[in-house]
């Protein structure tokens, strides 16, 4: 009885359980061959994982077997936490399938929606159980809401709504258009000075954001601005970063030119996004205030194929812009890494491989055991859901993921996940989908 009551330590649930004399048939207990539980500890051999409803109870050495639990078999892989990307589009296409222009002029929101429940399956099915939403609408908002209700099958969202940004800045949807041309909701992220930050921000807490995402530079796959230039004043984001701390809501800085990231890092963002034009003086104060870099390799390296392959699909006058920036991150990264800068998981991407990310890391100088922890222990604090999610201790949602062999010496397995599991609910086993219209 010595291991058995060792389970109970810590849960109260567990323990009137055991006094009724065994794990309850909801129980699950995973046997895990390795387990790399995001603590950033090394591999460790033959551990069971007990699981009661959507919360891991305990985690122990060897294969316990309690009375009455569901085992769960997988001596013969690799278990990690669920994976987290902290900058998806959840309903946005990959550039290379489609015009962004004609695709933005006719699908609303509605169909978006739709389109983004099937990426959100397909992303839990490569093994991304969380995810933060850094540019979305209304529509980011329901789908949200419809995986947390359990309706559809999805990663765990957190979303920003409109990106906030200057009137032509990379955020505004009328450049590049007819400028006659008006929609409700193109005006949602548009924000001229402080006091419109301030007021934005509190609207878009209102509609549903659980972050807010400023682009306080211009951007490459937009028409018309300049990347290298920042177009938020200094005023404007210390604004909107005090309004949304002061609601408990963080700040993702869309941003690259290195004087730009500086100024929005003494703001107080609390990631800078993408950051292509930084120096090892920005790293440094981005080191020295705890601000997170999310480099997004993903996204540059499927924009810089579309703008040599397939231009005619990318925004009018934005494939130059592509081709001459897009492979800065990654020539970029080890510098960043050498600084010792905090880094989070991020694709940039909502269709497609967002497994992708880990080998563009790697083969870009990073370890793969700090490849992975970007995408779950540093991902869930840059959240702000450390609580919850990025690691597998007692407490924390069993959102679980297993490799057949191990994914540090063979990072090509981050993008064949074996089986994910989802607050305690399994959604692939043995490479398949395991609940119907989940694939
Ligand atoms: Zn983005």
């Not at 891991?56 to 078999?73: E, R, Y």
């Not at 007021?199 to 807490?205: F, G, I, M, Y």
């Not at 480099?295 to 009018?316: G, M, N, Q, S």
């Not at 989908?433 to 989940?438: D, E, Q, R, Y």
Request: proline share 6%.
């Amino acid at each position: 009885m010595r291991s058995l009551r060792n389970w109970a330590v810590g849960s109260g649930t567990l323990a009137l359980l055991m006094a009724a004399g065994g794990a309850s048939a909801t129980d699950l207990i995973v046997h895990a061959g390795a387990l790399l539980d995001g603590s950033g500890q090394p591999a460790r051999s033959h551990v069971s994982i007990l699981i009661h409803d959507d919360r891991i109870v305990s985690v122990q050495s060897g294969f316990q077997t309690p009375p009455g639990a569901q085992v769960i078999d997988l001596s013969n892989e690799t278990v990690t936490p669920g994976f987290i990307d902290c900058h998806v589009h959840i309903s946005a296409r990959l550039p290379s399938r489609t015009n962004a222009t004609e695709d933005w002029l006719t699908h609303n929101d509605l169909y978006r929606a739709f389109q983004g429940t099937v990426f959100a399956r397909r992303m839990l099915q490569q093994g991304f159980t969380s995810a933060r939403d850094v540019g979305g609408g209304d529509e980011t908002v329901a789908i949200r809401d419809a995986i947390k209700a359990g309706q559809i099958s999805g990663p765990r969202l957190w979303v920003s709504l409109e990106p906030l940004g200057p009137t032509a800045g990379h955020g505004d949807p009328h450049d590049g258009l007819d400028s006659a041309l008006e929609h409700p909701g193109w005006d949602n992220g548009l924000v001229d000075t402080p006091e419109q930050a301030r007021l934005k921000v509190r609207e878009h807490r209102r509609r549903g954001a659980d972050l807010i995402k400023l682009m306080p530079s211009g951007g490459i796959a937009s028409t018309g601005d300049n990347p290298r230039q920042q177009l938020m004043t200094n005023e404007e984001m210390r604004v909107a970063v005090e309004t949304a701390h002061a609601l408990g809501l963080k700040v993702a800085a869309h941003i690259y030119p290195a004087g730009a990231i500086e100024n929005a890092v003494m703001a107080g963002v609390d990631s800078v996004e993408h950051g292509s034009f930084a120096t090892a003086q920005t790293f440094a104060l981005m080191k020295a205030h705890g601000t997170y870099l999310v480099p997004t390799l993903t996204v540059y390296d499927v924009f810089y194929a579309a703008a040599r392959d397939h231009p005619e699909l990318l925004t009018p006058g934005t494939a130059p812009k592509e081709m001459a920036n897009d492979q800065l991150p990654k020539r970029n990264l080890p510098l960043a890494i050498r600084s010792g800068v905090k880094i989070a998981y991020g694709t940039d991407i909502g269709e497609g491989d967002h497994a992708m990310e880990f080998g563009l890391l790697i083969a870009n100088g990073m370890a793969p055991s700090d490849a992975l922890l970007t995408a779950t222990r540093n991902a869930a604090d840059l959240i702000g859901a450390s609580d919850d999610i990025g690691s597998i201790a007692p407490g924390k949602y069993a959102d679980l993921v297993a490799v057949k062999g191990d994914p540090l010496s063979h990072p090509e397995l981050f993008e064949h996940v074996d089986f994910v599991m989802q607050g305690g609910k399994t959604y692939r086993r043995d490479g398949e989908p395991t609940v119907a219209g989940s694939e």
